[in-house]
Nanobody, 127 residues
Framework: QVQVAESGGGLVQAGGSLRLSCAAS????????MGWFRQPPGKEREFVAA????????YYADSVKGRFTISRNNAKNTVVLQMNSLKPEDTAVYYC????????????????????WGQGTQVTVSS
């Protein structure tokens, strides 16, 4: 089992950057696929990015591709979402999620694929 907690949200102007971190507990963190999701105001939660437990495989939603980068440090039990060139439509509560992976390249894209969730961190991008 793993517990995750997000940090790093805040208010930023359009075109700016933010770095979200997800700290995870548990000795088997390196066996978990990690994902970031977001829920814009009044909308459903949506996939943003995911990284395999080896860190060698990543996947991004089309809306963030080329602007966001997901990475992980298994020695520090952390996952980072670097967000650049932020847009007002990136405004949302951002969630970190985890699920045990059976292979080093496995990735999950669906909200219901993940078993463990953080409480979320607010990101607001002003125009």
């Amino acid at each position: 089992q793993v517990q995750v907690a997000e940090s790093g949200g805040g208010l930023v102007q359009a075109g700016g950057s933010l770095r979200l971190s997800c700290a995870a507990s548990g000795r088997t963190f390196s066996s978990y696929v990690m994902g970031w999701f977001r829920q814009p105001p009044g909308k459903e939660r949506e996939f943003v990015a995911a990284v395999s437990w080896s860190g060698g495989n990543t996947y991004y939603a089309d809306s963030v591709k080329g602007r966001f980068t997901i990475s992980r440090n298994n020695a520090k039990n952390t996952v980072v979402l670097q967000m650049n060139s932020l847009k007002p439509e990136d405004t949302a509560v951002y969630y970190c999620a985890a699920r045990y992976g059976s292979s080093s390249s496995e990735i999950f894209l669906g909200e219901y694929d993940y078993d463990y969730w953080g409480q979320g961190t607010q990101v607001t991008v002003s125009s």
